[in-house]
């Protein structure tokens, strides 16, 4: 009979990264599989009913890990984010920014990456683990497929921008919650008019449901041409695949592809050239 071996601890460390642990959300580790300790024995009856204890008082919130409620959240973000006059002045605000809880189980606010100037913008859902890391969007396997993918139709990242709905990382790299979506949307949409583009890329169904407000999925939407209308024009939207969606179906590069092909197009139509 074989005895297996204990895992050594950078063996168990290495699974739990895999697992999507790699953020310790309290001081002490909390062993799930210990025996719960046994209950007190009953009280015995009392003679006469006593008066009820007054209920304590709640405990004080820590500095800055207050949550706000979120209607309250969502309009501080809403005035907040109509004060920005430039990407700077909106990178400070969110910066300081403390109505969206993600922000305190985040390392640091992935703003944006690549060219304000640029004619086409990106934007997909929220970071993920590299980007946490780097504080930039799409640094990490999806990424680099979103990098080859510009490269396919002649752009990089020196020629587009490419940002996230949330600017912060979700942990466990789970998805964000409706609420989050919408404290976190004032910003997206004044960051949107902020660089202006020509053509507005969503990449995958959270981005396309939330700001085209279409309920449809995105094997639905992709590949069709919607408005997004920032106040002051009406701006060419184009959903497609999230790139981290063509890493589990490669076999939807193809759909993918045809979408890029007509984004270059597009670009292609406003400058009288040929792509």
């Known amino acids: 009979m074989s005895i297996e071996r204990t895992p050594a601890p950078h063996d168990l460390l290495a699974f ?9 959300l309290d001081e002490v580790a909390a062993d799930r599989l210990a025996a719960p300790e046994p209950a007190p024995p009953p009280r015995p009856a009392a003679a ?9 008082a709640a405990p004080a919130l820590l500095p800055g890990h207050a949550a706000a409620a979120p209607d309250v959240a969502i309009q501080s973000a809403r005035e907040a984010a109509r004060t920005a006059a430039t990407l700077e ?3 400070a605000l969110m910066e300081g920014f ?43 396997r999806s990424g680099q497929l979103l990098n080859r993918m510009m490269a396919a139709i002649g752009l990089s990242r020196d020629s587009a921008y490419i940002t996230n709905i949330i600017p912060w990382r979700p942990p ?10 919408q404290i976190c949307l ?34 639905r939407t ?10 002051s024009r009406v701006i060419g939207a184009m959903p497609t695949f999230h790139p981290a969606y063509l890493l589990r179906q ?14 270059a197009r597009r670009l292609a139509e406003r400058t009288g050239g040929a792509q």
Request: with cysteine; net charge negative; charged share 25%.
């Open 172 to 181: 466990g790299n789970r998805d964000p919650s409706p609420i989050e979506t």
């Open 89 to 91: 002045d909106l990178r």
């Open 222 to 231: 992709r590949g069709r041409w919607f408005d997004y209308d920032t106040g």
């Open 48 to 56: 006469a009913p006593q008066p009820r204890p007054a209920a304590p």
């Open 250 to 263: 490669p076999v939807s590069k193809r759909q993918s592809w045809q979408d890029f092909r007509a984004i």
């Open 98 to 140: 403390d109505g969206c809880a993600l922000k305190v189980t985040a390392s640091r606010l992935v703003f944006a990456d690549g060219n304000p100037q640029a004619r086409v913008m990106f934007v997909g859902e929220a970071p993920g683990r590299d980007e946490d890391l780097q504080g930039l969007p799409f640094v990490g």
């Open 186 to 219: 004032p910003f997206i949409k004044r960051h949107i008019e902020l660089v202006d583009p020509e053509v507005l890329v969503c990449l995958g169904k959270p981005s396309t449901q939330t700001l085209l407000n279409v309920t449809d999925g995105i094997v």
């Open 16 to 24: 739990y990264v895999e697992a999507g642990v790699d953020c310790a």
